[in-house]
């Protein structure tokens, strides 16, 4: 396995989507989410969960391949990226408590060296919005790596020295550049060797996102999906330093659908106001492309917007996506991760965007 290869992959989680393949004839619900997740299981996925939110009812359905278990929506899979949104909503919550400012400069004990740009700093907004010019990943994160479990191994002290490595490609808040690197950053700024601990009391708990969280049960580890690259079994991905990135966060569909009804409607959450800020445009990428705090923001075809975020590890991957002024909402998550070329949408995101679009059609 080319270390590499496979890193690169799965840090690219959250490139720009590209356009679905063309609207399916309209069908019930049951049957649109079951042609989707047909797509998806013959696209690799040895099973796949999906979950819909529609008229303010939910809505969700497994398949798998033949002589795979069928999962449902309490079966525990690795989240990825999407994982970032939890950490944007932690940043907002601060931001609202008074706590921070979002243009506050990235800070951490003496021993990080922040990389500058000249004498522009790195603030959290340019860390929650992918403008930090930070790369994707730190540049020694590969040293002494498990291509199978590759943050596993990477401590502070290699951060601390890795960051010492780092140049900034661009001048802050000025480019979308993806990194895991820069959320991961973000999560140590706002709980300093305690991110896990910080996500799971001010995000997953308010919430009830009772199985969103980076360390397993025993009932979690009895519903857990068994995550493959290319229809190979691989382990779990494990990190304590830059979780903050979603990189060894579980979750279920059943969660996720609880977190995008906040998201559908934050004036019922307890987190509303956090929520509101993280889905507020913060920078524009391009004219198809804005961001969020970690959400990214991009036009249907009806003329709302659909707010998104897709996310893999070595084994898993995962799309939520949501249209507010329509009421619908999907997520999709599968335990198969295919290497598709850079810049090339996965097949699984085409699919998933492809039945939120055609909801949003018909809403």
């Not at 690169?8 to 079951?34: C, I, K, Q, S, W």
């Not at 960051?163 to 300093?192: C, D, I, M, R, V």
């Amino acid at each position: 396995m080319n270390r590499r290869t496979l890193l690169t992959t799965a840090a690219a989680a959250g490139a720009a989507l590209l356009p679905g393949t063309a609207a399916a004839a309209d069908n019930t619900l049951p049957a649109r989410v079951r042609r989707t997740l047909d797509q998806v299981l013959a696209a690799g996925a040895p099973s796949a969960v999906c979950g819909v939110i529609r008229g303010g009812r939910t809505y969700v359905a497994g398949a798998a391949a033949k002589g795979r278990r069928t999962p449902d929506g309490r079966t525990v899979f690795q989240l990825g990226s999407i994982g970032k949104t939890l950490t944007a909503t932690a940043l907002a919550l601060a931001v609202t408590a008074g706590e921070t400012r979002l243009g506050a400069p990235l800070t951490l004990p003496a021993r990080f060296p922040i990389p500058r740009e000249g004498s522009h700093r790195i603030t959290l907004a340019d860390l929650a919005t992918h403008t930090s010019g930070l790369p994707k990943l730190p540049p020694n994160l590969l040293d002494g790596a498990n291509p199978y479990d590759p943050y596993a191994h990477y401590t502070l002290d290699d951060l601390a020295e890795g960051l010492g490595k780092t140049t900034l490609a661009t001048e802050p808040g000025t480019e979308y550049a993806y990194s895991n690197l820069g959320f991961g950053l973000l999560g140590q700024a706002l709980a300093f060797d305690r991110v896990d601990e910080m996500l799971r009391h001010r995000v997953a708990a308010p919430l009830r996102l009772t199985d969103t969280t980076t360390t397993l049960r025993p009932d979690m580890l009895l519903r857990k999906a068994v995550g493959h690259l290319e229809g190979t079994p691989v382990p779990d991905w494990h990190d304590r330093v830059l979780s903050g990135a979603g990189t060894s966060i579980y979750s279920t569909a059943d969660d996720m659908l609880r977190y995008l009804a906040a998201q559908l409607r934050p004036g019922r959450s307890p987190l509303r106001d956090a929520i509101e800020l993280t889905q507020r445009p913060h920078f524009t990428a391009g004219r198809d492309l804005r961001l969020g705090l970690a959400w990214h923001l991009s036009p249907l075809p009806s003329g709302r917007t659909m707010t998104w975020h897709n996310g893999s590890t070595g084994g898993f991957g995962s799309y939520a996506a949501f249209s507010r002024e329509s009421g619908v909402a999907v997520v999709m998550m599968t335990n198969n991760v295919s290497q598709v070329p850079p810049g090339e949408e996965r097949p699984m995101d085409t699919f998933t965007y492809g039945l939120l679009r055609d909801l949003d059609a018909g809403a």
